[in-house]
């Protein structure tokens, strides 16, 4: 159980990493929602996901996804104006401003190390009674 605990953590802490990564060296942009698309996560909730279209900085369009799904519904519609960041690198790599909230390092990273302590704590405990046996 610690080890599936531990496995969760660390996914969350990759994503936490890798949403500072991009938000420190992304690249900022104004687009347009042109869809929300929507699926479901591992629970079976309804997750949306923006799609944007905006220019990079030699003036190419191109398009992006929000990196994090909103559940229930999303804050924009079809046409809004955002402010994006997206990865020098890999331009599908978009973080909507006002929709990727819910990928905050303070709440993912906290949310990380809680969930990593908590996996420590089982995996201690599951040793401690092996070694009373």
């Known amino acids: 159980m610690g080890l599936v605990i531990g496995g969760g953590a660390s996914l969350m802490l990759r994503e936490t990493l890798r949403v500072r990564w991009l938000r420190r060296h992304g ?38 996804e929000a990196m994090t799904g909103s559940p229930h519904s999303c804050v924009y519609e079809v046409g809004d104006e955002v402010d994006i960041i997206h990865h020098p690198r890999d331009p599908s790599q978009t973080l909507v401003h006002g929709h990727d909230g819910i990928a905050n390092k303070w709440a993912f990273g906290f949310a990380a190390l809680i969930t990593g302590l908590t996996a420590a704590l089982c995996i201690a405990t599951g040793l401690a009674s092996l070694a009373v046996q």
């Open 27 to 64: 690249v900022q942009a104004w687009g347009v929602i042109t869809a929300i698309r929507t699926d479901t996560d591992g629970d079976g909730d309804l997750q949306h996901y923006p799609q944007v279209n905006y220019q990079l900085p030699d003036d190419t369009p191109t398009s992006g």
